[in-house]
């Protein structure tokens, strides 16, 4: 596959996980090199508050297969993990010191706050409940 090859299939596997999720315009795609392997983080960033979240990380031999990988939990995510609403305020954000409320897939309360504290300290947000929501 020629360099070329590659970004447009990047680009068409990237535009596929949008529609997919239905978010246009608010995620991205960070990666990161590892060793051998590359470290995609799949990152929403919600335009209410301008907070962003991590949604899943998946790892790959390239960016490409990470990027293959990371459509496979998209296309699934929903069967394989539970739904959770936290709700928290932001200590740092002075405009947004409301209540919010925010949704994640995990397989369990501790990965659902690791998604909501990434990229940031675990002091910036006080978080005032975690709710397993029942399965539909």
């Known amino acids: 596959m020629t360099p ?3 970004h ?3 680009a068409r596997m990237q535009k ?3 529609d ?3 978010i246009d315009g608010s995620l991205i795609f960070d990666y990161t090199q590892e060793n ?3 470290k995609l983080n799949l990152i929403t960033v919600n335009p209410r508050h301008n907070q962003s979240f991590l949604f899943h990380t998946e790892h790959g031999t390239d960016k490409l297969d990470a990027l293959k990988k990371m459509f496979e939990y998209v ?3 929903r069967e394989r993990d539970n739904s959770f609403t936290i709700q928290w305020v932001s200590k740092e954000d002075s405009e947004h010191r409301e209540l919010q ?4 897939r995990a397989r ?3 990965e659902a706050l690791d998604k909501l504290y990434f990229g940031r300290e675990v002091n910036s947000i006080t978080v005032y409940s975690v709710v397993m929501n029942p399965s539909a």
């Open 8 to 10: 447009v299939e990047s």
């Open 75 to 77: 296309r699934s995510y």
């Open 16 to 18: 596929g996980i949008e």
């Open 36 to 38: 051998s392997t590359v």
């Open 108 to 110: 369990n309360m501790y």
């Open 4 to 6: 070329n090859d590659i």
């Open 101 to 104: 409320t925010s949704y994640f």
């Open 20 to 22: 997919h999720l239905g």
